[in-house]
């Protein structure tokens, strides 16, 4: 069995961290604010090493519960806006 060359990490309701560790070398990675504002828009991020080329994969995923509370925070807002 060989080994994968795409890492994968799901991030549940949350934000990319601010650094990564590469898990083929070990070394640390930082995210630019692009990083950032791609995974929210896109919900996907792919980034590589830049010591070993090794790739990671992140996706986020929204649960149910998260997406009724940020619709319902939204229509409180839109209402207070209305009064």
């Avoid at 890492?7 to 930082?30: A, F, Y």
């Avoid at 995210?31 to 830049?50: A, P, V, W």
Wanted: glycine fraction near 6%; aromatic fraction near 10%; proline fraction near 2%.
């Amino acid at each position: 069995m060989s080994k994968r060359s795409v890492d994968e990490t799901v991030i549940t309701n949350g934000m990319l961290p601010k650094s990564w560790k590469c898990p083929h070398c070990g070394r640390r990675q930082k995210f630019s604010n692009e990083d950032g504002e791609i995974f929210l828009s896109f919900m996907k991020l792919i980034r590589h090493c830049d010591n070993c080329g090794y790739l990671h994969f992140w996706e986020l995923n929204l649960t149910d519960d998260f997406k009724r509370k940020v619709v319902g925070m939204i229509f409180d807002m839109a209402e207070r806006k209305e009064e």
